[in-house]
């Protein structure tokens, strides 16, 4: 939802709750840096290593850090898929470490 909620019509690319809640400007920002704190906040209570909790959080702050910028930010978090990046190197960890468990792409 944070990234890929819908398509834009004429294109492949996928546009969430980041970029559209970004566009207010410095609530959106807070509150889109809020739910990928969330997410690094899950992947600590999943394990994970402080070195894919950094990359994590880096993610999150390059995103947040330059979203910030009025306009040029806006494409930025168009661009960037800081959530996605997140959630790659999760499921990774989960396919490394829990091979048993099953994801269910929608």
Same mark, same amino acid.
Request: aromatic letters at 8%.
């Given at each position: 939802?944070?990234?890929?909620?819908?398509?834009?019509?004429?294109?492949?690319?996928? $546009? =969430?709750? +980041?970029? @559209? %809640? *970004?566009?207010? !400007?410095?609530? #959106? &920002? /807070?509150?889109?840096?809020?739910?990928?704190?969330?997410?690094?906040?899950?992947?600590?209570?999943?394990?994970?290593?402080?070195?894919?909790?950094?990359?994590?959080?880096?993610? $999150? =702050?390059? +995103?947040? @850090? %330059? *979203?910030?910028? !009025?306009?040029? #930010? &806006? /494409?930025?978090?168009?661009?960037?898929?800081?959530?996605?990046?997140?959630?790659?190197?999760?499921?990774?960890?989960?396919?490394?470490?829990?091979?048993?468990?099953?994801?269910?792409?929608?």
């Amino acid at each position: 939802m944070l990234e890929g909620l819908f398509v834009i019509p004429g294109t492949t690319r996928r $546009v =969430g709750l +980041d970029s @559209l %809640v *970004g566009l207010v !400007p410095v609530v #959106g &920002d /807070i509150a889109t840096a809020a739910m990928g704190a969330w997410i690094v906040w899950e992947a600590r209570n999943l394990g994970m290593s402080k070195w894919h909790l950094t990359r994590m959080a880096a993610n $999150v =702050g390059i +995103d947040t @850090l %330059v *979203g910030a910028i !009025p306009f040029a #930010g &806006d /494409i930025f978090d168009f661009l960037y898929k800081s959530n996605t990046k997140n959630l790659r190197i999760i499921r990774k960890h989960l396919d490394r470490h829990h091979p048993a468990t099953a994801v269910i792409d929608q």
